[in-house]
């Protein structure tokens, strides 16, 4: 992936061309860019066999931990080494192709609000992005589509820093699970589009680019887990459920009242997303809707996200992804 960024000429950060051979190999890495370092899984992937190292002493002590780790969860143990951004931002652009030449950007999702590397809450668009960065950033995507004959929904991911400058994380070659925020704020259904482009269609605003971005919308991950409890997942029965509804909400969940929640799967219950004309109102839609959103039965974050939408800094965009244990903070 790296390769193919590089030759349509997206900004990579300086690592390993590839995996490394061994831990002297990534030693040598290390020294050569300067910590903190990304030790990450070339298989990996939901933040699995991956560690943030600091120096040295700990890429001695967590290489073959994390190759451990990498090798159980995806029968690869396979590293490599990359520059870690001081509190990287999380932001990623829609792309979509189609078999006609159309190749174009649908704006940018901000999915710096994680924790243990997962997404929690993302919205669109980013309130770090000028006008002029989207533009940047949506090229550059669009360029890397291109380089493959890209067809289909995609998502380009990028790392940030707080002064602007991004480089090449990752592209997802599949429909995104925040996809509904750039639906909220583009108006297009983009499961629609992938139909159409899968019965060799173009797509359906091909002749109306570029497609323009009217209000601000957020997603929140309901996760089947105790915050209270350090985000332990949670099973048992949903015995009672009752979502939000109102204008400028959206729900997209997959339970119901008698649901059995195991723990073989992903905690997700579903996601909760809303439109609103500027970032203040979309927060206060939210806010709402958290409120009315009743689980019964099993615990779960919506609260601590309603603590999230009310927290001084969220409220300021000072965003970053470095866990809060990282920084010496305790949640």
Known sequence: ARETAQRAGVPLGPGSDGGVANLEEALAVADRIGYPIM?????????????????????????????????NAFNNGELFVEKFIEKPRHIEIQVFGDAHGNTVSLGERECTIQRRHQKVIEEAPSPLVTPE????????????AREVDYRGAGTVEFVADQQGNFYFLEMNTRLQVEH????????????????????GLPLSFADRLPVPIHGWAIECRIYAEDPINNFLPSQGRVVSLSLPTGPGVRNDFGIYAGYDVPVYYDPMLGKLAVWGEDRTRAIQRMK???????????????????????????????????????????V
């Open 39 to 71: 030790l990450k899984a070339t298989a990996g992937g939901g933040g699995k066999g991956m560690r943030r190292l600091a120096n040295a002493a700990e890429l001695r002590t967590q290489f073959q931990q994390t190759a451990d780790e990498a090798l």
């Open 133 to 144: 960065l989207r533009q940047k950033m949506g090229d550059i995507a669009v360029s890397l």
């Open 180 to 199: 509904p925020v750039t639906e909220l704020v583009t108006g297009l259904d983009l499961v629609h589009e992938q139909l159409r482009v899968a019965a």
């Open 288 to 330: 709402r809707a958290l409120s009315d959103l009743v689980i019964e039965g099993i615990r779960s974050n919506h609260a601590f996200h309603g603590w999230v939408m009310d927290h001084p800094e969220y409220r300021a965009c000072l965003l970053y992804t470095s866990d809060a244990a990282d920084e010496g903070v305790e």
